[in-house]
């Protein structure tokens, strides 16, 4: 069993920088893949980010590319997600999630292909 710890959320304005860290306790997280998914007030949880169980493959919502990005580091079982330039529509909870049985290469996009979340942690981006 995997229990995901998430932190570094808050508030920040508009054009600024977050970086939300993952930390997976329990088993080795090595070979589990990890999303992010983000879940704004009346909206459907969505797919931002998502990186292979090795770490060589990535995966990123179109509203967040060439602005996000995800990072693995095994052996401190941890992945981060680095948000850049955030604008008031990334305003959300923002959720990390692992796959026990990643598949090599493949980085995975949808909700159902997660086993393991964690708690949610809140982004605001002021205007």
């Known amino acids: 069993q995997v229990q995901l710890v998430e932190s570094g959320g808050g508030l920040v304005q508009a054009g600024g920088s977050l970086t939300l860290s993952c930390a997976a306790s329990?088993?080795?997280?090595?070979?589990?893949?990890v999303g992010w998914f983000r879940q704004a007030p009346g909206m459907e949880r969505e797919f931002v980010a998502a990186v292979s169980g090795s770490g060589g493959t990535f995966r990123y919502a179109d509203s967040v590319k060439g602005r996000f990005a995800t990072t693995r580091d095994n052996a401190k079982n941890t992945v981060v997600l680095q948000m850049n330039n955030l604008t008031p529509e990334d305003t959300a909870v923002y959720s990390c999630?692992?796959?026990?049985?990643?598949?090599?290469?493949?980085?995975?996009?949808?909700?159902?292909?997660?086993?393991?979340w964690g708690q949610g942690n809140q982004v605001t981006v002021s205007s």
């Open positions: 999630a692992a796959r026990r049985f990643g598949v090599p290469g493949v980085a995975f996009t949808t909700r159902e292909d997660y086993d393991y």
């Open positions: 329990g088993p080795t997280f090595s070979g589990y893949a």
